[in-house]
């Protein structure tokens, strides 16, 4: 039986740490899933790790779906999180359903969308109408020409508080999950206390009740600079599928992420 919203809510009700690695094909999907990751997120990021590109801008629908029914036929147990691409999301709440009910069915279990309160609207018309949606708030890649690079967002109390509401609203108008990119750890801490809906944190502490890394990144693929909260996890393994079990041993115990990954 697959892993539901229902059952992940419960974990994070029961203080039970959530495990996420993005996947984007059907082999890595068996092998995480054997693993005991709880969540694969099609990320957009398949952009930079698959498609070679500096952005995800470029990113399609079609893109998505086909990688989605990729990790779907490889997966039975995992919850599927797939991100809408950008400019799949920003039109209209209609036009948002149409492209999420594509990635539904390709296999998704909910749907990730990038942005603040400016996204309410969208995720309550999705939700009502059976569409589950994470919300994505701090650093958000789509955005990295407005926020002018990769950088830790909500480091000043007015910026904080921007983003504290921001989950709030969000949380109000029937967001399932909250991920949070780049954001210093004590802010992620209370956000993830204020709100009931489970955490998912990447660069935002050991508080929230989910960690999520990018699969490339976390076997030591990666080209250029190293961002502060990755963790190398074959550094130590002997194999793929060890670094993917101490991930989640590591996620599960609480040891990832330790206070070098956080901001
Ligand atoms: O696309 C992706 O991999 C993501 C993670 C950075 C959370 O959204």
Do not use: W
């Not at 789509?142 to 480091?155: A, C, I, R």
């Not at 949380?171 to 399932?176: L, N, P, S, V």
């Not at 050991?206 to 076997?219: F, G, R």
């Amino acid at each position: 039986m697959r892993t539901t919203k229902r059952s992940l809510q419960k974990m994070r009700d029961n203080e039970e740490k959530i495990s996420v690695l993005t996947c984007y094909d059907a082999s890595f999907a068996v092998l995480l899933e054997n693993s005991g990751i709880d969540i694969l997120l099609v990320g957009d990021s398949l952009g930079n790790v698959l498609q070679g590109e500096d952005t995800t801008l470029s990113v399609t629908l079609d893109d998505m779906a086909y990688h989605t029914r990729c990790v779907t036929r490889g997966s039975s147990k995992a919850f599927i999180m797939v991100d809408m691409p950008f400019g799949t999301s920003q039109i209209s709440p209609e036009n948002t359903f149409e492209n999420a009910a594509e990635l539904m069915a390709a296999g998704a279990s909910m749907v990730k969308i990038e942005g603040g309160r400016i996204m309410a609207e969208t995720i309550r018309f999705l939700t009502q109408r059976g569409i589950p949606v994470c919300a994505h708030i701090g650093l958000m890649p789509q955005s990295v020409h407005q926020l002018g690079g990769y950088k830790v967002q909500g480091k000043t109390h007015y910026l904080a508080k921007q983003l504290l509401d921001d989950a709030v609203i969000l949380e109000k108008a029937g967001a399932g999950m909250l991920l949070m990119e780049a954001v210093p750890a004590t802010l992620a801490k209370k956000i993830t206390k204020t709100l009931v809906i489970p955490t998912i944190g990447i660069g935002a502490g050991a508080d929230c009740s989910a960690q999520v890394l990018v699969l490339y990144d976390m076997l030591g693929i990666y080209s250029g600079k190293k961002s502060m909260f990755i963790k190398n996890f074959m550094v130590g393994a002997a194999s793929v599928n060890e670094a993917i079990e101490n991930y989640v041993k590591e996620v599960k115990s609480g040891k990832f992420p330790g206070l070098e990954h956080i901001f």
